[in-house]
Structure formats: C-alpha cells, structure tokens
C-alpha cells in the first residue's frame, strides 16, 4: 500500500487549496479514505472522510462548509479541496486508509504534505 500526497503549501488566511493523494497496492474502490491532520504539539485529528462510492461524506466540525473532500476511483486518487482557509489550519496533512487484517484492521499513511496558512 502506498499513499503520496501533494499538494501543500504556503497560503494566506482566506485563500484556498487542493491536496491529492495518490494510492497504489490495494483496490482502492473498496475502501473508505480519509484525510487528518497534525498541527506542532497537538494530536492528528481527523479531518474527512468519504465512502468507498464516495457517496457519503463527513467532516469535522472545524472545516465544515470549508473544505470539500472528493474521491476519483478511476484515478486511485482522493481530494481534499480547502477554501477560507484560517491560520488554525496550518498543519500536516495525511491521507489515510484502514484496511482489513484479520479480525481487525490496519491503517496506511501516507508521508504528509505541509499546509501553512499565514500572511
């Protein structure tokens, strides 16, 4: 399994931005994907997530009505387009996948890509 995101950058309050992350080694239109983040010296958190389908989507309550997450099956790839972005959404951006191992499952990351939001 591998995940490559891209897409990060340095951006001021207000502007927007659009990650992509590319999966290989599993049949990517079986599974959910998601995005979190991680900002210095705080948790990842979870960001948004998409079915397999990508007809149901869910979003934290910090990025909501802001950020748009959106799946290309024939492109193996998974969106997160961010608008209105505020300086608390500087962080690392992760895409992500659980897969099932098992009796449970087994969580693939990709490596990050930077998000900074700043005048």
């Known amino acids: 399994v591998q995940l490559v995101e891209s897409g990060g950058g340095l951006v001021q309050p207000g502007g927007s931005l659009r990650l992509s992350c590319a999966a290989s080694?599993?049949?990517?239109?079986?599974?959910?994907m998601s995005w979190y983040r991680q900002a210095p010296g705080k948790e990842r958190e979870l960001v948004a997530g998409?079915?397999?389908?990508?007809?149901?989507?869910n979003y934290a309550d910090s990025v909501k009505g802001r950020f748009t997450i959106s799946r290309d099956n024939a492109k193996n790839t998974v969106y997160l387009q961010m608008n209105s972005l505020k300086p608390e959404d500087t962080a690392v951006y992760y895409c992500?996948?659980?897969?099932?191992?098992?009796?449970?499952?087994?969580?693939?990351w990709g490596q990050g890509t930077q998000v900074t939001v700043s005048s």
């Open positions: 080694g599993f049949t990517f239109s079986r599974y959910a």
């Open positions: 998409v079915t397999s389908a990508g007809d149901i989507t």
């Open positions: 992500n996948v659980q897969i099932p191992l098992g009796w449970g499952r087994r969580a693939y």
